[in-house]
């Protein structure tokens, strides 16, 4: 039986860009927030982890925001020599 209702606000891009996947998935908005909640009850938290990034993690997360020193590849082979190397 449903009964309750939820309110949030969330980011326009972020709510568009989650229900192109759950239409992928053939779920409503509605249903996959009912899967995360009963995910939560049966985890008995959250569904996935959640961490503080260390500062190696935050300095590239800034980096990459900033586009600073990221790398950029003419194609796939050299990117994938690249990670090779």
């Known amino acids: 039986m449903k009964?309750?209702?939820i309110t949030a606000r969330i980011d326009t891009?972020?709510?568009?860009d989650a229900e192109r996947v759950?239409?992928?998935l053939g779920l409503t908005a509605t249903e996959a927030i009912t899967?995360?909640?009963?995910?939560?009850?049966?985890?008995q938290g959250l569904p996935f982890s959640v961490e503080i990034p260390n500062e190696?993690?935050?300095?590239?997360?800034?980096n990459a925001r900033l586009r600073r020193n990221l790398k950029s590849f003419d194609n796939v082979d050299d990117l994938f020599e690249d990670l090779e190397a």
């Open 3 to 5: 009964g309750s209702v």
């Open 13 to 16: 891009s972020a709510k568009r």
């Open 22 to 24: 759950f239409k992928t």
């Open 35 to 43: 899967i995360f909640y009963k995910q939560v009850a049966l985890r």
């Open 56 to 62: 190696t993690t935050r300095r590239a997360l800034k």
